[in-house]
């Protein structure tokens, strides 16, 4: 009896310590200014929304948005239809080298950033992509796509090869198949995978911060880490911006938890 | 032939870059001296990096902050992965919290951490001192190794919840009737979790271990936003050492060595992983 109860408070404490920053940030960005420090306020006695007016005014936060909108947006257009193909054959078609090219997609998706800036900054200087949208979706590609082939894979195997073979046998070919028998078993995974693909390049950092050059083409992650303030930090500013930032990957967490974390453990434990 | 679009763009755009880098890495081009030219200089870049102590330094810092959140993050991962998973009611809402950090930009979290910890009245040290567990509290940001406490909060904040989740799927996949077993043979709650719980965890805990290690040692957004490497260089990890030499200081040659470097240390660790883990996911599907 006494168990149960403690573990009910660990568990109540640990959800606590997992929610409290997001609630104290979000406190924070509807207090003035002037009241950010030294007291301790719980529950905000009313709010202010100077902060939030002021990020998509005076920050033009309401850009970064839209660049982040569009980057994501596209990236993941271009993955999901293309990744499908390849994890489908990938899942199903028999060929010399295969596990070969799985581990090596697995390890694309493991590599770090910061190793491909350089040629990618070059790469995008000369084509004069930097500091554009293509500039953004191309290195995107290279973490988005290997991500969704991996994924894609796991959920085309999930799918119980009978039913195409059946198809099979009534003589549809391979491409008819995948339209008619596979894509509409798999679209639950093909979600998933569009809002794992989504989240990632909207969180996404270092490629932003790398090769873009102005508000105009920030991203939010970007266009918030770079606010600054004359003489301080801008803390309300910097919150609210947070706040806003955060806002579409929490709605995306609340729909789709259940696909989010299937998607999570596909990808990690069954392979 | 389906697979060939994909796997074209793959190769073109994922091994090309790291291929070029390498290529450059052996090359002087410094983008703010161009009457330097493009000049073949072989390992001389390397060379510089191994007698250069802020290189060391940093990979000192990152192989240490790897180190320390990864095991912080897979100890009360495991705790949280075993809480959630005795609980007979109300998963599906802490797993939403659970799933909630994971979720938010890393940007976001380190900022959000470093207003928590901002001295000397942030919220952090208004709390500390009113307790008087500490006396004066550090001006975290100002100090080269209290600075790293607040990164290494805030990067266990967001990841442990997701090694959690992790870890909660392959408990989820023990079989129950073992320890209905164990129990009848008089096997304590200890005994269970060593004998039963750890052995058969032991893939899923692999994978996240290597999944977080991986993602540590190229750390880079949240200390970017919390200490932006200082102070100093104290809190710099190797990813953003590279970043600087290639983005503030246009040494392409030079900072395309440190991030071949930040590639090889992460991919050798990778590829050990693959190969321990891999062979069983990869040919045929768990089910």
Redesign the interface.
């Given at each position: 009896m006494t168990w149960r109860v403690l573990?009910r408070c660990?568990?109540a404490s640990?959800?606590a310590?997992?929610?409290f920053?997001?609630y104290?940030?979000a406190v924070?960005s509807f207090t003035p200014e002037s009241q950010l420090?030294?007291q301790?306020d719980l529950v905000p006695a009313r709010l202010v929304f100077d902060h939030y007016r002021a990020v998509f005014t005076e920050r033009a936060l309401g850009t970064a948005v839209w660049n982040s909108l569009v980057v994501a947006g596209a990236t993941t257009l271009l993955c999901v239809p293309?990744?499908a193909?390849?994890?489908?054959?990938?899942a199903r078609?028999q060929f010399r080298g295969r596990?070969l090219?799985?581990?090596?997609?697995?390890?694309?998706s493991?590599?770090?950033?910061?190793?491909?800036?350089?040629?990618?900054?070059?790469?995008l200087r000369e084509l004069r992509l930097i500091d554009t949208y293509a500039g953004l979706v191309?290195?995107y590609?290279?973490f988005a796509?290997?991500l969704t082939?991996w994924l894609l894979v796991?959920f085309f195997?999930?799918i119980p090869r009978e039913l195409e073979e059946a198809a099979f046998m009534d003589g549809a070919s391979?491409?008819h198949t995948?339209a008619a028998v596979v894509l509409p078993l798999s679209w639950p995974g093909l979600a998933t995978t569009a809002i794992l693909t989504f989240?990632y390049c909207?969180?996404e950092?270092?490629f932003a911060?790398?090769f873009t050059l102005g508000p105009e083409r920030y991203t939010?992650?970007?266009a918030?880490?770079l606010f600054r303030g004359q003489y301080q930090?801008p803390?309300g500013q910097?919150?609210a911006g947070?706040l806003v930032?955060?806002l579409p990957?929490?709605v995306?967490?609340?729909i789709a938890?259940r696909r989010?974390?299937a998607g999570?453990?596909a990808g990690?434990?069954?392979? | 032939m389906m697979a060939l679009p994909a796997l074209g763009l793959i190769g073109v755009i994922a091994l090309g870059p790291v291929l070029w880098a390498m290529w450059e890495s052996l090359y002087l081009h410094d983008l703010r001296m161009p009457w330097l030219g493009h000049r073949f200089i072989g390992l001389q870049n390397y060379v510089e990096a191994f007698s250069d102590p802020r290189f060391w330094g940093a990979i000192g810092h990152t192989v240490v902050f790897a180190t320390v959140s990864v095991t912080l993050e897979l100890v009360f991962g495991l705790a949280l992965a075993i809480a959630v998973d005795s609980m007979r009611r109300g998963q599906g809402i802490v797993r939403t919290a659970m799933l909630l950090p994971w979720a938010v930009p890393t940007v976001v979290v380190g900022l959000v951490w470093r207003f928590i910890f901002e001295s000397p009245a942030g919220l952090m040290n208004t709390v500390l001192a009113g307790s008087r567990v500490i006396a004066s509290p550090p001006i975290w940001f100002a100090d080269p190794l209290a600075a790293w406490t607040p990164i290494i909060l805030a990067d266990a904040w967001k990841t442990t919840p997701f090694v959690a989740i992790l870890l909660l799927a392959g408990l989820q996949s023990i079989d129950r009737s073992l320890y209905e077993a164990a129990r009848i043979d008089g096997a304590g709650a200890w005994r269970q979790f060593t004998d039963i719980t750890l052995p058969l965890l032991m893939p899923a805990l692999l994978v996240a271990l290597v999944f977080r290690a991986v993602d540590a040692l190229r750390v880079f957004d949240v200390i970017y936003v919390m200490t932006g490497g200082g102070p100093g260089t104290a809190t710099e990890p190797i990813a953003m050492y590279a970043f600087s030499a290639l983005l503030e200081n246009l040494r392409f040659g030079y900072g395309s060595a440190l991030s071949v470097m930040v590639f090889v240390i992460t991919f050798l660790l990778a590829l050990v992983a693959i190969r321990r883990l891999g062979r069983r996911a990869l040919v045929e599907p768990v089910s």
């Open positions: 573990r660990a568990i640990m959800v310590a997992i929610l920053p997001l104290w940030a924070a420090f030294g301790v293309i990744g193909m390849c994890a489908y054959a990938l078609l596990t090219v799985l581990a090596s997609v697995l390890a694309i493991m590599f770090p950033q910061i190793s491909i800036v350089s040629p990618l900054y070059l790469l191309l290195p590609l290279t796509m290997p082939i796991a195997r999930q391979r491409v995948l989240l909207w969180n950092f270092l911060l790398c939010v992650p970007v918030i880490a930090v803390w910097i919150l947070a930032a955060t990957v929490a995306l967490v609340f938890q989010i974390v999570l453990t990690a434990i069954k392979g | -």
